[in-house]
């Protein structure tokens, strides 16, 4: 009787750490602009959004546009890699959302008034892309997106 009680509370232990693991590792569902600013707030702290703006509806086809304020007074090739740096950690951090919902995910870069860059994606076009290419391969940009558009005055990364 001994032993039947044992593993009962060993295998309920053992059930309870694979529930308390599964909840842990779900995602945050997005369903407001709200949720989408708390997790670019917690995700990608560094970056300076300057706004958020939305159609979500919590049905297929919403869409989100992210700001982001570039750095000022960058010169170089540096004023094209902090914007593209910048976007990237946005994907990683909506990467650890719920966008499933999402027909696009806009991201924009202005740096001193002026549009810098501008690019479009979807949850699919995420999902295929590793966190390490995001983070270390962010010259990758036009590949991680399904539109991109660039000022001219900015240089090209290559």
Request: hydrophobic share 40%; net charge positive; aromatic share 8%.
């Given at each position: 009787m001994y032993k039947k009680i044992l593993v009962f509370m060993a295998a309920f232990g053992l059930l309870l750490c694979f529930s308390t693991a599964e909840?842990?590792?779900?995602?945050?569902?997005?369903?407001?602009?709200?949720?989408v600013k708390k997790i670019l707030?917690?995700?990608?702290?560094?970056?300076?959004?300057?706004?958020?703006?939305?159609?979500i509806l919590d049905m297929d086809g919403d869409t989100v546009q992210i700001n982001i304020k570039g750095g000022q007074n960058?010169?170089?090739k540096l004023m094209t890699k902090e914007p593209y740096m910048n976007i990237c950690k946005v994907y990683m951090a909506v990467k650890k959302a719920d966008f499933s919902n999402f027909s696009n995910i806009g991201v924009a870069v202005k740096i001193d008034g002026h549009w810098a860059v501008k690019t479009d994606t979807n949850p699919d076009t995420l999902k295929s892309?590793?966190?390490?290419?995001l983070k270390y391969n962010y010259?990758?940009?036009?590949?991680?997106?399904?539109?991109?558009?660039?000022s001219n005055d900015l240089p090209k990364i290559q």
């Amino acid at each position: 009787m001994y032993k039947k009680i044992l593993v009962f509370m060993a295998a309920f232990g053992l059930l309870l750490c694979f529930s308390t693991a599964e909840a842990s590792a779900a995602k945050i569902h997005v369903d407001s602009e709200v949720k989408v600013k708390k997790i670019l707030k917690k995700y990608a702290k560094n970056v300076n959004i300057s706004s958020v703006k939305g159609s979500i509806l919590d049905m297929d086809g919403d869409t989100v546009q992210i700001n982001i304020k570039g750095g000022q007074n960058l010169t170089g090739k540096l004023m094209t890699k902090e914007p593209y740096m910048n976007i990237c950690k946005v994907y990683m951090a909506v990467k650890k959302a719920d966008f499933s919902n999402f027909s696009n995910i806009g991201v924009a870069v202005k740096i001193d008034g002026h549009w810098a860059v501008k690019t479009d994606t979807n949850p699919d076009t995420l999902k295929s892309i590793s966190n390490h290419d995001l983070k270390y391969n962010y010259n990758n940009l036009p590949s991680y997106t399904t539109h991109i558009w660039q000022s001219n005055d900015l240089p090209k990364i290559q």
